[in-house]
C-alpha cells in the first residue's frame, strides 16, 4: 500500500489540537502526490524512531506559505532517497543513472505540489494560503532554522531508500 | 536602521547559486507576484550585520545570527513588496528562513526572473538576489 494511514503525532508546541490538524492535512496532500505522481510506497514514522545518517549529502525543498498561515514548508532528505523519489517521478528505469540538478529538481518538484496541496486542503477548510516559489539547498553540512518563536509541525516519514522529514514551520497571522 | 552603510556594486551577470561559510537568510514572497529573497553573507560578514543589528559583540554563528539574517531578508522583502504593488496585500510574506553550513547550494526551481546585487560593508560582501516568477 502507498501511505499506510495517518499517524496523530503528539504535539509539543503552543495549539496542540491545531498542530494535529496540520499534520493530518500535511499527510493527505503527500499521500495524494505519492499517489499520483511518485509511485514508491512510503510510511509514516512515529516522531522517536526516525533517524538520519550523520554527514552524507543532503537535499532539501523549501516553499513559503503566507496568508492565514505565515511560514515555509520544507522537505529534508539524504542525497539517496532524493534519488529514489527524483527516479520514480522521472520514471526512470532502476539502473538508469540520475542527474544532481534531476534530482534536486523533483525534490523542489515534489515540495510544490505538497504545497499545493496542502493550499487546497487549507482553503476546503476555510483558511486561503497562497504559496512562493520552490527553492532546494543541498549541501554536505548545512543547517535551515526559521525564527526562534515559529510553531512547528514535524513528520518523519520512511521510503525502502531511507527517512525523510517533512517540517512546517509558521506563525498566526489571523 | 541598522547604522551600517552598505555600498551597492553592480548587478552580477551570472547567478551565484554555492555558498561557503555562510549565512542565507530567505524569504518567500506570494499573492500577485510569486517569489524569493535571499540574503548571502559569509559568516563574518553575518556576525558583524547581527552585530550591528543587535548592539552587541557577536563571535560566532548562533541563533542570534540566522534571525537577524532572517528579519534583514524580511525587512528588505518588505520594502521591495511595496515597490512591486501599490496595495500592500497584494503580495504577502512567509517566514523568514536562514540557511547555514560548510558549503551549500541553493536554486530557485521557478522559471523566473533574477536579479543579484553585491554590497560591500566594511567587513567584506554580501549579495541581495531577488527571483520573481515570470508572467
Known amino acids: 500500500m502507498r501511505g499506510r494511514g495517518i499517524v496523530q503525532h503528539r504535539a509539543h508546541f503552543p495549539g496542540e489540537e491545531e498542530t494535529l490538524e496540520l499534520s493530518c492535512q500535511i499527510q493527505s496532500a503527500l499521500g495524494e502526490v505519492f499517489g499520483t505522481m511518485i509511485p514508491l510506497d512510503y510510511s509514516v514514522l512515529e516522531r522517536s524512531s526516525f533517524t538520519t545518517p550523520e554527514g552524507g549529502y543532503n537535499v532539501s525543498g523549501m516553499i513559503g506559505i503566507s496568508g492565514r498561515y505565515q511560514g515555509m514548508l520544507t522537505l529534508h532528505c539524504p542525497k539517496p532517497v532524493a534519488q529514489s523519489i527524483a527516479m520514480a517521478l522521472l520514471m526512470l528505469e532502476p539502473d538508469e543513472p540520475v542527474a544532481d540538478e534531476d534530482t534536486r529538481d523533483a525534490i523542489g518538484e515534489l515540495v510544490n505540489m505538497l504545497a499545493g496541496g496542502f493550499k487546497t486542503r487549507l482553503a476546503d477548510a476555510g483558511m486561503d494560503v497562497n504559496i512562493s516559489v520552490p527553492t532546494t539547498i543541498a549541501g554536505r553540512a548545512y543547517s535551515i532554522d526559521c525564527f526562534q518563536g515559529a510553531n512547528c509541525v514535524s513528520i518523519p516519514f520512511r521510503l525502502e531508500a531511507g527517512c525523510f522529514l517533512i517540517e512546517f514551520k509558521y506563525k498566526e497571522t489571523a | ?135
Not at chain 2, 551600517?4 to 555562510?22: I, Y
Not at chain 2, 511595496?82 to 521557478?110: F, M, R, T
Request: glycine content about 8%.
Open chain 2, 1 to 135: 536602521m541598522l547604522m551600517l552603510e552598505a555600498v551597492a556594486g553592480d548587478p552580477l551577470a551570472e547567478e551565484v547559486k554555492t555558498f561557503r561559510c555562510s549565512v542565507s537568510g530567505i524569504v518567500g514572497l506570494a499573492g500577485t507576484h510569486r517569489g524569493m529573497l535571499s540574503i548571502h553573507a559569509p559568516d563574518k560578514v553575518a556576525m558583524a550585520i547581527t552585530t550591528c543589528f543587535l548592539g552587541m559583540e557577536i563571535d560566532s554563528i548562533n541563533e542570534d545570527v540566522k534571525d537577524a539574517i532572517g528579519e534583514l531578508a524580511n525587512m528588505l522583502a518588505g520594502s521591495i513588496k511595496s515597490v512591486l504593488s501599490e496595495n500592500g496585500k497584494d503580495i504577502q510574506l512567509s517566514i523568514p528562513s536562514a540557511v547555514h553550513g560548510q558549503e551549500y547550494s541553493i536554486e530557485c526551481l521557478a522559471e523566473s526572473d533574477w536579479v543579484i546585487v553585491p554590497f560591500t560593508i566594511p567587513q567584506g560582501e554580501f549579495l541581495v538576489e531577488l527571483q520573481l516568477k515570470s508572467a
